[in-house]
């Protein structure tokens, strides 16, 4: 395993097929990568009101966001500090407690242990042997960014503000409060593809031409730009106009907006990607299920309440079909054919193009060096990932 990071960040050489197929891998990323980054958990509007609760599973953990009375959203691991049941299998509203299925202990929305019923016998609420534990349930460091709320499951990745700064920086610091969107642009979709083919597919536009006809005619590959963020994000941009310029009544946009026919689309790891219009923020979070599957879920947010108007609900609709749903349908389609060809012994990390694929080595480089990091710390990686915009010629 790492003489093959070793050779992406010495050589760049790509990944081979093991690392999409590999059971051990693939525990090994949620462990190294996964769980030592600010990962994206879920969206504040899953826990906005007092008495909400939401699971979710992210790295292979059981989570649990909450709302309690103080209204701050919380993270939990969602299992019961008795037996280790999962407590909660489905989002819920109004809720004061919650309470195990097994032996009914009982907890409030911030963590705290309420009842242990006939714990030391029948009639018996109180067991002598647990004085003096704590056994409220355990609370993973959680940030509300935006519409995201991020979770750091190790809890050693430093501050949000110091992960999402260069972030907001590169957008241009949108206003991320403006951002409204409703049920009809959430969807969940399962994906037979690695995680990180979604990722490599994402960051590239070489693939447009063949695998988005549609969107070539509007955003064709040659306008397109790679983004190489050192060691905290890398993306491309294009054009915007011909993508969700075109309305009539046209969509609002983000207030002091300075390029209406540009945007960008950024993956931030571990597993958030966003796409920044001017009139659009486009979001897949991703959650790694096993080497060969991944769930992704794809919401459409709008710029502030005016954007949610009935007369725009056809705009909201396209947007939502055409640029949303149907490319990424097609990403799907690809990438779950590119998930067949890693099962090859033939394949052996492929080729790069320089003049297109910077990106999807610079992915690759970034968790090759943070892989690295954790399994071997004696090694030391080459210098510091690029920084750059790379234009086609």
Same mark, same amino acid.
């Given at each position: ?106 907890? !409030?929305?911030? #963590? ?7 714990? /030391? +016998? =029948? @009639? &018996? ?17 959680? !940030?509300?960014? #935006? ?7 190790? /809890? +050693? =990745? @430093? &501050? ?234």
């Amino acid at each position: 395993m790492e003489e093959s990071y070793k050779l992406v960040l010495d050589n760049s050489r790509g990944l081979p097929g093991g690392f999409y197929t590999s059971d051990e891998i693939f525990t090994a990323e949620l462990v190294h990568f996964m769980s030592k980054n600010w990962a994206c958990a879920g969206l504040a509007r899953d826990v906005s009101e007092t008495g909400d609760i939401s699971p979710v599973t992210l790295a292979g953990q059981p989570l649990v966001m909450t709302c309690a009375e103080d209204g701050n959203i919380r993270t939990f691991h969602n299992v019961c500090r008795h037996r280790g049941t999962v407590l909660s299998r489905e989002a819920k509203h109004n809720q004061a407690r919650i309470v195990c299925p097994n032996h009914a202990w009982t907890y !409030a929305l911030d #963590g705290a242990l309420l009842a242990t019923p006939h714990a /030391g +016998g =029948a @009639g &018996r609420h109180h067991c002598e042997s647990t004085d003096g534990e704590n056994l409220d349930l355990v609370e993973i460091p959680t !940030a509300v960014w #935006g519409p995201f709320v991020m979770v750091n499951l190790n /809890g +050693g =990745a @430093g &501050r949000p503000e110091d992960a999402m700064g260069p972030i907001e920086d590169r957008l241009g610091n949108p206003d991320l409060g403006l951002l409204r969107t409703g049920p009809d642009y959430d969807v969940t979709l399962d994906v037979d593809a690695n995680w990180k083919l979604a990722v490599e597919n994402f960051v590239e536009s070489y693939h447009v031409p063949m695998v988005h006809p549609e969107l070539q005619r509007v955003n064709p590959m040659e306008d397109h730009y790679q983004i190489l963020g050192g060691d905290h994000y890398i993306g491309l941009g294009g054009r915007a106009d011909g993508v969700a310029g075109s309305f009539d009544p046209p969509l609002p946009v983000f207030p002091h907006c300075v390029n209406m026919d540009k945007y960008e689309a950024l993956y931030i790891a571990p597993n958030l990607m966003v796409t920044c219009l001017p009139n659009l923020f486009k979001v897949i979070i991703l959650h790694p299920l096993g080497p060969g599957r991944t769930r992704e879920r794809l919401v459409v947010f709008f710029i502030g309440d005016e954007a949610m108007r009935e007369d725009l609900s056809d705009a909201r609709a396209t947007v939502m079909r055409d640029w949303s749903l149907n490319v990424n349908d097609q990403d799907i389609g690809i990438i779950e054919k590119m998930q067949k060809g890693r099962s090859s012994t033939a394949f052996d990390g492929g080729r790069f193009m320089p003049k297109q694929e910077a990106t999807t080595l610079h992915f690759q480089k970034m968790l090759a060096k943070r892989m690295l990091k954790a399994l071997e710390p004696s090694y030391q990686p080459p210098a510091d990932l690029p920084v750059a915009n790379i234009y086609h010629d």
